[in-house]
């Protein structure tokens, strides 16, 4: 059964380093998002991409954060300059039908020191 | 704005036992309804989902109805068992946005043997 991928699985980095999440989404899916889940806390939206482009963004996706689609498969989230609040568990997602919902990858633990 | 409440947990249950998570949901439209499901050390799997209203969902032994009359959503199982034990997620999207889904903020379960 194909699966969203993520890598890596736990990334430790200093406040103020830039950062890069990585996901393989879905082959055929063409919705594509990020969320984070801050350990004991909901699961948050921050981004959703579609067509090559942001379709949508929450209040917590400001400046310091970027996407990209490099390539055919890889979808990244980028943090400029990360800050000791942006520790927590970043999730991809990935979807075909939306509104039947998507489908996740485990996870980056990212924890910033 | 849209939200999602479920009970407050930990949730434990001996084994067999059966189980309901409530969830009521505010939204405007006509979202779809989702229940996601995340393993201890895993990422969030898509458990079951109902798109419009009197829809029911289920998947490995649960269920849940979309009921637009009370905005709820409930999980139930009839008779749950250890390897049920996770964090259960109610979440919707609201129809207009392409799967940016808000989550409730999970529900522990516990299943003793």
């Known amino acids: 059964e194909p699966e969203v991928t993520q890598t890596p699985s736990h990334q430790v980095t200093q406040m103020g380093q830039e950062v890069i999440l990585r996901c393989v989404p879905i082959s055929n899916h063409l919705y594509f998002y990020w969320y984070r889940q801050i350990l004991g806390q909901k699961v948050e939206f921050l981004v959703s991409f579609y067509n090559n482009e942001i379709s949508e963004k929450s209040e917590i996706f400001d400046d310091q954060f970027s996407v990209e689609r490099p390539d055919g498969s890889n979808f990244t989230l980028k943090i400029r300059s990360t800050k000791l609040e942006d520790s927590a568990m970043y999730f991809c997602?990935?979807?075909?039908?939306?509104?039947?919902?998507?489908?996740f990858g485990p996870g980056t633990r990212l924890t910033v020191l | 704005g849209n939200s999602v409440t479920q009970m407050e947990g930990p949730v434990t249950l001996s084994e067999e036992a059966f189980l309901t998570i409530n969830c009521t949901y505010t939204?405007?439209?006509?979202?779809?309804l989702f229940w996601y499901v995340q393993y201890p050390g895993e990422g969030l799997q898509l458990l079951l989902k109902?798109?419009?209203?009197?829809d029911k969902g289920s998947n490995k032994g649960f269920e849940a109805t979309y009921r637009k009359e009370t905005t709820s959503f409930h999980l139930e199982k009839g008779s749950v068992q250890v390897s049920d034990s996770a964090v259960y997620f109610c979440a919707l999207s609201d129809g207009r946005s392409q799967g940016n889904l808000i989550f409730g903020k999970g529900t522990k379960l516990s299943v003793k043997p």
């Open positions: 109902a798109t419009k209203a009197d």
């Open positions: 939204a405007t439209g006509y979202p779809s």
């Open positions: 997602a990935s979807s075909d039908r939306p509104i039947a919902g998507v489908l």
